[in-house]
Structure formats: C-alpha cells, structure tokens
C-alpha cells in the first residue's frame, strides 16, 4: 500500500466485518518527538489469543475469499521500515485497537495520503456505523464524530447528497 490512508481503510473494513458499530480512528503527528502514530479501535467481535498469535502472518487469515491476509503485516512492516511498531491489543467479544508508531522524519515513512478522502469513503460505505476519527498536530486538534452530524442531520442519512455535503464540509477544518 502507498500511504497510509489505505492502511487505515483496510484496517476499517477488518473492524466492519468484524461486527462493530463504533470505530475511532486516531493520528497524531508530534513533531516535537519525531512521532507519527496512527490507531485505530473498534467495539467488535474481537480476536482471542490465537488468532492474535497468528494475525501478523501473511498467509493466515479468516476471509473466505482469498488465503492470505496482508493488511496488518503489510502495516507491520512499513512501521518497522521507519523505526516504528505496530502494537495489537484485542479481546473477545470487547473489540480490537490496533496501533502503528513510525518515526516522523524518517525516510522510508510512508505518506499520509488523503485522509480526508478517506474517512468520507469510510463514512459514505459505513453510513450506520459510528465513526469518530481525531487528529492531532503540534496543539490543533480536530475531531469529526458521525453521531453529532447524524443529530444535526435529523433524519437525512449520512450517505445522502445532503450528509456528503456535510462531511466535506467540516474535513475542510482538517490541517495537515
């Protein structure tokens, strides 16, 4: 994957598939301590201690239509390029929180890619899902949560041309 977008947008798919209705997505780019760190949290299903054993490896995965899951060792390894590490925390039936640390400066850091792109994607294919995604940077912090939006869009769903419109509207906050 070329940035880290896709990352997240894999990994928000593994959440979704694995039942949760409530996912967090959050970056905080400190350049201060040269740190970029990205996490992402879920309320689903969640992995017991052997699937968590195993979920790093390439060729191991729980999707039917292919046999091998690359998304999370494919993280692993572009935060390892970059003095980083990727850290799994999850337990059954309470929801999974995966996080990736890379050394900000460092040259084999993967590109952030268009996150605001992204999470409108995640928001339009995961409408019924609340997603609250935060981002950090040198004191701004900015945060969209899909259930206040929902309040101030009554009824209309978050798919609709008026919920679209909406989104985008407040990503236009978002300060890389």
């Known amino acids: 994957m070329e940035d880290l977008s896709l990352h997240i947008l894999d ?3 593994n959440s979704v598939a694995a039942k ?3 996912i967090k997505i959050c970056i905080t780019e400190d350049i201060k301590n040269d740190l970029l760190s990205v996490e992402i949290s879920d309320n689903g299903i969640g992995m017991d201690e052997e699937t968590k054993k195993q979920v790093l490896d390439p060729f191991y995965t729980t999707k039917t239509v292919r046999q091998f899951g690359l998304g999370l060792p494919l993280l692993s390894e572009a935060a390892k390029a970059a003095n980083g590490l990727l850290s799994i925390q999850s337990k059954k039936g309470e929801g999974t929180r995966i ?3 890379f050394q900000h400066s460092h040259i084999d850091r993967r590109p952030l ?3 605001a792109q992204t999470i409108l994607t995640i928001v339009i294919g995961n409408s019924e899902i609340d997603l609250i995604f935060v981002f950090k940077k040198n004191g701004f912090k900015y945060i969209l949560d899909t259930r206040k939006i929902k309040v101030q869009l009554w009824e209309t769903p978050l798919n ?3 919920g679209i419109r909406k989104i985008r509207e407040d ?3 978002l300060h890389f």
């Open 11 to 13: 990994i928000v798919e």
């Open 20 to 22: 949760a209705d409530k």
């Open 99 to 101: 996080k990736a640390n």
């Open 113 to 115: 890619g268009d996150i």
């Open 160 to 162: 609709s041309p008026a």
């Open 171 to 173: 990503l236009k906050k």
